[in-house]
């Protein structure tokens, strides 16, 4: 259970490697500091911040960002080191743009999470004003055990004066530092999505939500947390909760804050026409839905907003379900202690029967609260049936029959479908799993699982295989949904075993070139677009994006990589790291297939890899942590229904269209 700590409370660690997620209303700096039983920082080296973001058991982001996640690993602190501080700043303001005090600001958000996401504790800073830096919290060692306590304590001058009061010779000199750095990454920040406005809510019923955004972190990514931004993408940046989606997050992504469906790149200046409504439904029926009856500023939007209220909606029912359970059990636990501890009831049959009753209102509780779970479940139900076949591509399922009218798309499209997500408690419904676009982090197509969750064996020969097949679906949606000629894909196969899976991208031309096989050509891959990362990088930082070299593909860019580590030195895995870090900022993007069980060799050199990836499974696995109101979502990937050349008839016409320009 998550502890919710307020200021000065602290709770006790029981793992060692954990992350810090942090959600603020603005890009903030985010650094750790590490100091001794004094709380001292000994010197510059012992405190990892965008200039040095990787320091013995730290590693921070490299630049100013709404969301952050910091890796910690207290096994790999010394002796020396008692205190580990986790600090917020805002960057300095350049030419008055900005916020330059916390108090104008939402109030950040923290949470200590283990590397399964599972949510230790989170503390909500309040009652800043003036500050401009903040000492959010701190694990600390206490008699040969960690703990997490919430500190809040606020700087006006900002780092220079944290650093100072912590007893830094170099904190004016490292402050200055620490600000250079985020300004040198400013162009690349990650901004909070705008506040929700009331033109923005969606009317909808639902049942009482057990834990609102208001009262933890919101899963980022894809219509509901993790659709889990599945992200990001917490989309894992613009949305609320998503799954492991967007955002749930796979443990991976988190927001604060109410949900905001507006999507800046398609407003205009007039107001956006009213959504379809349905006819009004007779007395004492549900009204009956309609696909794109959520607010947006096109139907393509609406649709969007639509999903991502389904997944509430079914998040917080069950919830509540789960909770109404849960306060059953807890009363009939306590009937039957009472009974028993009464030496009265054991004297005839009063005792059965007080034992009888207990039973008899729990079970009547349950039934209450399913016979509720199960209305609202076929309200989603009925509502998925009108909005599924409405869903444009990038929405819809490899089955709608919108994949038989495909035409090569003009703009790209607000999100991308992955799969699907379901509840073990309303197993009729399955929400679309929708990913922001452009990609803000890359994917990990897990192959390294053997067993299901009906209990069936997977042997390693079949799950890679299911593993390509469902990376190459992925990469087939992507290229079908962006503009021709915007999106290309390289694929780095070393020794050719992913051939089969990969042949409806090869024998339809829609690869950049030919899947580069052996050492050699992994080396010639990952320098081509390591040097293409560097480029853009110092053409934007130049403010001369015109100085690209004549020819310059400027279309987003997908790398496949199959079969990882083999092929792979050590010089190979540091640019796949440096593409992960640094490639999704100038349109760079990762798909490992991969079992993360063969790289173990590597040690922990790797983990920052695998935690920026978001995982994705080829059979259901119910990995998607939603740190909104704590549920796991089964994922399921995406499907080509047996036997359809859906796939390649797409892809034919993607090809087409590159060759001719014509869509």
């Excluded at 919108?402 to 798309?409: K, L, N, S």
Aim: charged share 20%; with cysteine; hydrophobic share 40%.
């Amino acid at each position: 259970m998550t502890a919710e700590l307020v200021r000065g409370q602290n709770h006790p660690l029981s793992q060692a490697r954990l992350e810090i997620r942090i959600s603020a209303g603005t890009p903030v700096a985010a650094a750790a500091a590490l100091s001794d039983e004094n709380g001292r920082i000994h010197g510059t080296e012992w405190v990892a911040h965008p200039g040095a973001p990787v320091q013995p058991g730290l590693e921070v982001s490299r630049q100013a960002a709404a969301d952050h996640r910091l890796a910690v690993d207290l096994d790999a602190m010394t002796e020396a080191v008692h205190r580990v501080s986790v600090l917020l700043a805002l960057p300095a303001p350049d030419g008055g743009a900005g916020p330059a005090r916390f108090g104008a600001v939402a109030a950040p958000f923290v949470a200590v999470t283990g590397l399964d996401g599972t949510e230790v504790a989170s503390y909500t800073i309040t009652g800043l004003d003036l500050e401009s830096a903040v000492v959010a919290l701190e694990l600390y060692r206490r008699q040969g055990a960690w703990k997490v306590r919430a500190v809040g304590q606020g700087y006006a001058g900002g780092l220079a004066e944290l650093f100072a009061d912590q007893g830094l010779a170099e904190a004016a000199q490292l402050a200055s530092g620490i600000d250079e750095a985020v300004a040198r990454g400013l162009a690349r920040s990650v901004q909070a999505p705008p506040p929700r406005t009331s033109e923005g809510d969606r009317s909808r019923q639902a049942a009482a939500p057990a834990v609102g955004p208001d009262q933890g972190a919101a899963p980022q990514g894809a219509p509901g947390p993790v659709p889990p931004s599945y992200g990001g993408q917490p989309s894992g940046g613009q949305g609320g909760p998503q799954p492991a989606y967007g955002g749930a997050t796979d443990p991976h992504a988190a927001s604060v804050g109410p949900v905001n469906y507006s999507h800046p790149g398609r407003q205009t200046s007039a107001p956006p026409p009213p959504p379809p409504t349905a006819p009004p439904a007779q007395p004492g029926q549900p009204a009956r839905p309609v696909a794109g009856d959520a607010t947006g500023w096109s139907m393509e939007e609406r649709l969007y907003n639509q999903v991502w209220g389904m997944f509430e909606d079914l998040a917080r029912t069950t919830a509540a379900y789960r909770s109404a359970v849960d306060f059953a059990e807890s009363r009939m636990d306590k009937e039957l202690e009472q009974a028993l501890s009464d030496p009265r009831s054991r004297i005839g049959g009063q005792g059965d029967a007080a034992r009888e009753a207990a039973r008899a209102r729990y079970s009547q509780l349950v039934d209450q609260a399913r016979a509720s779970l199960d209305r609202d479940v076929a309200q989603l139900v009925a509502e998925a049936e009108v909005v599924e076949p409405a869903l444009p591509p990038a929405f819809a399922r490899w089955d709608n029959p919108c994949w038989h009218a495909y035409r090569v798309p003009m703009e790209i499209p607000m999100a991308l479908r992955l799969g699907d997500l379901r509840l073990p408690e309303a197993e009729p419904i399955r929400i679309p799993m929708l990913l922001r676009l452009p990609l803000e982090r890359g994917l990990w197509i897990d192959s390294g699982r053997t067993d299901s969750l009906d209990g069936s064996f997977t042997d390693s020969h079949d799950m890679r295989r299911l593993a390509m097949d469902t990376a190459v679906a992925h990469a087939a949606r992507l290229l079908a949904v962006y503009p021709a000629g915007e999106f290309t894909v390289h694929v780095v196969d070393p020794a050719g075993s992913g051939a089969r899976a990969l042949a409806p991208l090869t024998q339809t031309g829609v690869l950049a070139g030919p899947p580069a096989q052996g050492a050699a050509g992994v080396t010639e891959v990952l320098a081509r677009l390591t040097q293409r990362v560097d480029l853009v990088q110092m053409a934007l930082r130049g403010g001369a994006p015109d100085a690209l070299p004549p020819g310059f593909d400027t279309s987003q860019q997908l790398l496949i990589v199959n079969d990882f580590p083999h092929g792979f030195d050590d010089r190979a895995v540091n640019q796949l790291r440096y593409l992960v870090d640094e490639g999704p900022s100038v349109g760079v993007h990762l798909m490992m297939v991969a079992d993360r069980e063969e790289s173990a060799g590597y040690g922990p050199l790797l983990d920052p890899l695998w935690r920026a990836l978001l995982r994705l499974t080829p059979v259901p696995d119910d990995h998607l942590a939603d740190p909104w109101v704590g549920h796991a979502w089964t994922y399921e990937p995406p499907a080509v229904p047996h036997g359809s050349e859906v796939l390649r008839q797409v892809l034919t016409k993607v090809a087409e269209a590159r060759r001719t320009g014509n869509r």
